[in-house]
């Protein structure tokens, strides 16, 4: 898995890592201010931490004593992209189908296939 899509996407399948995402979202967070909700050793937040760097989801600085991780909008601009082209060519498709099932409704019921034909010959033979 090299390209950066199917990074950043491996890389949101764990839920303890998107709700990092979304924490981050608020605000810059250190490595032990994201660690404090969760109840894991500081090391599993940073392996967590180092998929999310690896994929290009947030990135870390230093600011005196501090290494803020900051939340990276490029990698979610190109997953916006890749789903809101499917989305689309969804949409389209129901779109068409909304199309063709109003022309069905509007050209009344077939005929049913399966019943046979009625003949004179059938009804007279009855009365």
């Given at each position: 898995?090299?390209?950066?899509?199917?990074?950043?996407?491996?890389?949101?399948?764990?839920p303890t890592r998107r709700d990092m995402v979304a924490r981050l979202a608020e605000a810059d967070?250190?490595?032990?201010?994201?660690?404090?909700?969760?109840?894991?050793?500081?090391?599993?937040?940073?392996?967590?931490?180092?998929?999310?760097?690896?994929?290009?989801?947030?990135?870390?600085?230093?600011?005196?004593?501090?290494?803020?991780?900051?939340?990276?909008?490029?990698?979610?601009?190109?997953?916006?992209?890749?789903?809101?082209r499917y989305r689309r060519q969804a949409q389209e498709r129901f779109t068409r189908l909304d199309?063709?099932?109003?022309?069905?409704?509007?050209?009344?019921?077939?005929?049913?296939?399966?019943?046979?034909?009625?003949?004179?010959?059938?009804?007279?033979?009855?009365?």
């Amino acid at each position: 898995m090299s390209d950066p899509l199917s990074q950043a996407f491996a890389a949101l399948a764990d839920p303890t890592r998107r709700d990092m995402v979304a924490r981050l979202a608020e605000a810059d967070a250190t490595l032990s201010e994201l660690a404090e909700p969760y109840d894991v050793s500081l090391q599993a937040v940073a392996k967590h931490l180092k998929v999310l760097e690896a994929a290009g989801l947030v990135t870390r600085t230093k600011e005196a004593q501090r290494r803020p991780v900051h939340l990276e909008g490029e990698v979610f601009d190109l997953m916006t992209k890749w789903i809101e082209r499917y989305r689309r060519q969804a949409q389209e498709r129901f779109t068409r189908l909304d199309a063709v099932l109003a022309e069905m409704q509007a050209a009344g019921p077939e005929p049913d296939a399966d019943a046979e034909p009625h003949s004179n010959n059938e009804q007279g033979a009855a009365s």
